[in-house]
């Protein structure tokens, strides 16, 4: 069951402040918000800015919930 916390990045841009809230269970919905922010031309908010704030999104999932990597060589068989 995933965690009820709020989570909480922030990124403060010359006089603007960007602020986001999500739970566990909006965390793919927050990466979209990041990508229509970053889409938009009437944000200074850029796709760099996205790109960051999100792989914080990602590095912030529970252990349990993260994708690993494991190269071929290292598969059981």
């Given amino acids: 069951m995933a ?5 909480v990045i922030a990124l403060v841009k010359g006089g603007e402040r960007y602020v986001f809230l ?5 965390r793919e919905e927050t990466l979209r918000t990041l ?7 009437d944000l200074s908010f850029s796709w760099y800015d996205a790109s960051v ?8 999932a529970p252990r349990s919930n993260r994708v ?3 190269p071929p060589a290292d598969r059981a068989a």
């Fill in 35 to 41: 990508g229509r922010y970053a889409s938009n031309p």
């Fill in 68 to 70: 690993r990597f494991v």
């Fill in 53 to 60: 704030l999100g792989q914080k999104v990602r590095q912030s």
């Fill in 3 to 7: 965690s009820r916390d709020i989570n």
């Fill in 22 to 26: 999500y739970d566990d269970d909006s």
